[in-house]
Nanobody
Framework: QVQLVESGGGLVQPGGSLRLSCAASGSIFSINAMGWYRQAPGKQRELVAAINSGGSPNYRDSVKGRFTISRDTAKNAVYLQMNSLKPEDTAVYYC???????????????WGQGTQVTVSS
């Protein structure tokens, strides 16, 4: 079994910062890309940021310059530093990772349970 466990969400005022963390555990052989998605009420889930196995990041335009994604390969972890938060960043944030398990050659997409981020005064 593989699990992704997120932490770090919460309530913050506009202009504030939060750092999300996600750690993968279980029978992991290899991890390829990792990323963060978000879903606001009544909207589709959207990619926020992703980072490949080589450490190259990409971001959706609305978060460029404010959010930073990073990963710790040794810990099977990915992080999202969110600065200058805006009310429109309010959503449930989900961690995602492409993982190959010890028992299989197939790459499978795994999701975390989600963590709520609320930006409000």
């Amino acid at each position: 079994q593989v699990q992704l466990v997120e932490s770090g969400g919460g309530l913050v005022q506009p202009g504030g910062s939060l750092r999300l963390s996600c750690a993968a555990s279980g029978s992991i052989f290899s991890i390829n890309a990792m990323g963060w998605y978000r879903q606001a009420p009544g909207k589709q889930r959207e990619l926020v940021a992703a980072i490949n196995s080589g450490g190259s990041p990409n971001y959706r335009d609305s978060v460029k310059g404010r959010f930073t994604i990073s990963r710790d390969t040794a810990k099977n972890a990915v992080y999202l530093q969110m600065n200058s938060l805006k009310p429109e960043d309010t959503a449930v944030y989900y961690c995602n990772a492409a993982i190959r398990r010890l028992e299989s050659l197939a790459w499978v997409n795994y999701w975390g349970q989600g963590t709520q981020v609320t930006v409000s005064s």
